[in-house]
């Protein structure tokens, strides 16, 4: 089975560029794709099909996604952007096809 | 604007069978190309996809659950139903229902969510 790692936990500063990395072999050539989580609440969709922002997503999220890294970006991060950050891929694999999410990334904004 | 809302018991016991039901709006199973799933996520934890739905009836399970879980739908009543076998207090989560619309047989993103329904495995 397809396995996407992420790190635990990201702090930023206020202002400053938040990078979370996804992580899996040759990730690059599947479609990754980002959902925002904040306390208490359901995931929201931030990033589709490795960069391409959904309606209503600040301009401030983007994305990439090469070799074995998929990024998600967030410039000039607020308070409001604290929450868990997940990946989740798509994986073929061995004929049972399904979805995998990495462990997420709790981004603290300081 | 696409709406999806869990419901199901609130609490089980071990070894019980796990019944959920997603009612939705906003579009229908029978569009080519649309799907239902489920997403869980046990407290503090992350995501755990476990299965989907789609128009054309052919469903996708979680390797490491397919042999406890079902999925149905039923189109004139908007809604779509999980049920999962012996459930143990490790299943203790909250369970999400998600749609998806594929386009030219690209896989789609879950978009959107409902807001989830937690449910405890406890003796």
């Known amino acids: 089975s397809y396995v996407v790692a992420q790190t635990p936990s990201l702090s930023v500063a206020p202002g400053q560029t938040a990078r979370i990395a996804c992580g899996g072999d040759n990730i690059g050539s599947k479609s990754v794709h980002w959902f925002q989580q904040r306390p208490g609440q359901a995931p929201v969709l931030v990033i589709q099909y490795d960069f391409d922002r959904p309606a209503g997503i600040p301009e401030r999220f983007s994305g990439s996604n090469s070799g074995n890294t998929a990024t998600l970006s967030i410039s000039r991060v607020e308070a409001g952007d604290e929450a868990d950050y997940y990946c989740?891929?798509?994986?073929?694999?061995?004929?049972?096809?399904?979805?995998?999410f990495g462990g997420g990334t709790k981004l603290t904004v300081l | 604007q696409i709406t999806l809302k869990e419901s199901g018991p609130p609490l089980l016991t071990p070894t019980q069978t796990l019944t959920l039901t997603c009612r939705f709006a906003g579009f229908s199973l029978t569009t080519s190309g649309v799907g239902v799933g489920w997403i869980r996520q046990p407290p503090g934890k992350g995501l755990e996809w476990l299965a989907l739905i789609y128009w054309d009836d052919e469903k996708r399970y979680s390797p490491s659950l397919k042999t406890r879980l079902t999925i149905t739908k039923d189109t004139s009543k908007n809604q779509v139903v999980l049920t999962m076998t012996n459930m143990d207090a490790a299943d203790t989560a909250t369970y999400y229902c998600?749609?998806?619309?594929?386009?030219?047989?690209?896989?789609?993103?879950?978009?959107?969510w409902g807001q989830g329904t937690l449910v405890t495995v406890s003796s």
């Open positions: 998600v749609h998806s619309h594929m386009v030219r047989g690209v896989v789609p993103p879950f978009d959107p």
């Open positions: 989740q891929v798509w994986d073929m694999g061995n004929d049972h096809p399904h979805w995998v």
